[in-house]
């Protein structure tokens, strides 16, 4: 139920579509000749371009809904004598050979290479694995309580504040590290 509360506007397109297409299908033989055009009057006295003219898009707009037959089609083109075929001498193709196919093995030289590679990226591999061992002993250093590496005493930070410079160096970057102003 409350699928159908939310999507509510989708049935109610649906449900038009549906009834537009049901009134369309059900439009009768007797509601189709009224909506039919009426049969032109008789012409007396116009000119015979016109009345072609008239004729023609009265055909056309019968084709088109499907009241008559189409007609004959389109007049016949005039006929044209056969040309004589002009023969040419076979020439040498002049597409390229297709390309000779690689070996399916690489040659031994090329083994060389792939092994020299893979044996460099085993070696880069050992030493991040190493580098990673060796941030997570420090951050079970730091989470255990002990003195990192990156810790400083605290009588060092202190003593820098003392100085105009250092102080002014430390407002500016607890302006840029810490909270925007629009949080405080």
């Known amino acids: 139920m409350d699928w159908i509360l939310d999507h509510l506007q989708i049935l109610l397109f649906v449900a038009a579509a549906i009834a537009t297409l049901i009134s369309k299908g059900r439009k009768s033989p007797d509601e189709a000749e009224d909506t039919a055009l009426p049969p032109p009057a008789p012409v007396t006295g116009e000119d015979e371009t016109v009345r072609r003219i008239r ?62 590679r893979q044996r460099e990226l085993n070696e880069q591999l050992e030493r991040l694995q190493a580098a990673r061992r060796q941030v997570q002993a420090e951050v079970a250093a730091v989470a255990a309580g002990g003195p990192g590496p990156t810790s400083v005493p605290r009588r ?25 102003v629009s949080l405080r």
Not at 63 to 72: A, K, M, V, W
Not at 160 to 170: F, G, I, P
């Open 55 to 116: 004729e023609a898009i009265l055909r056309k707009r019968a084709e088109r809904e499907g009241q008559e037959e189409p007609s004959e089609g389109p007049p016949p083109l005039p006929e044209v004598p056969a040309a004589t075929p002009v023969l040419r001498e076979p020439s040498e193709p002049s597409y390229a050979p297709p390309p000779e196919p690689e070996e399916a093995f690489p040659a031994a030289g090329a083994d060389e290479g792939i092994l020299a």
């Open 156 to 180: 060092d930070w202190l003593h820098d504040l003392r100085s105009a410079r250092n102080l002014r160096q430390a407002v500016v970057t607890a302006e840029i590290v810490g909270r925007p």
